[in-house]
């Protein structure tokens, strides 16, 4: 097995193929800098659940938007290079 380098020419060539690659790859980027980031932002269910009664039900929405997010770009980058 050999292994080459990897340069800007190689991966220029891979977007320059199918078009759509480009712009997938930018948003799997953005998602991940939007995960990355709501790590550093308070948390509004906690806030919201300080002078709550138990039980606390736990607001999902934002969890399943971005697994279906990701559902969907996994798909589209399967049905591209395939």
Same mark, same amino acid.
């Given at each position: 097995? #050999?292994?080459?380098? %990897?340069?800007?020419?190689?991966?220029?060539?891979y977007?320059? +193929?199918? $078009?759509p690659?480009?712009?997938?790859?930018? /948003?799997? =980027? !953005? *998602? !991940?800098?939007?995960?990355?980031? #709501?790590? *550093? &932002? $308070? +948390? $509004?269910?906690?806030? &919201?659940? %300080?002078?709550a @009664?138990e @039980?606390?039900s736990?607001?999902i929405e /934002?969890v =399943?938007?971005?697994v279906v997010?990701m /559902?969907?770009h996994? #798909?589209?980058l !399967?049905t591209?290079? =395939?």
């Amino acid at each position: 097995m #050999s292994t080459k380098k %990897i340069s800007m020419r190689t991966v220029a060539s891979y977007f320059r +193929n199918k $078009p759509p690659r480009f712009f997938f790859a930018i /948003l799997w =980027v !953005v *998602f !991940v800098y939007q995960i990355i980031m #709501s790590g *550093f &932002e $308070p +948390n $509004p269910y906690a806030l &919201e659940m %300080i002078d709550a @009664p138990e @039980p606390h039900s736990y607001d999902i929405e /934002l969890v =399943v938007i971005l697994v279906v997010a990701m /559902l969907f770009h996994l #798909s589209f980058l !399967v049905t591209i290079d =395939v």
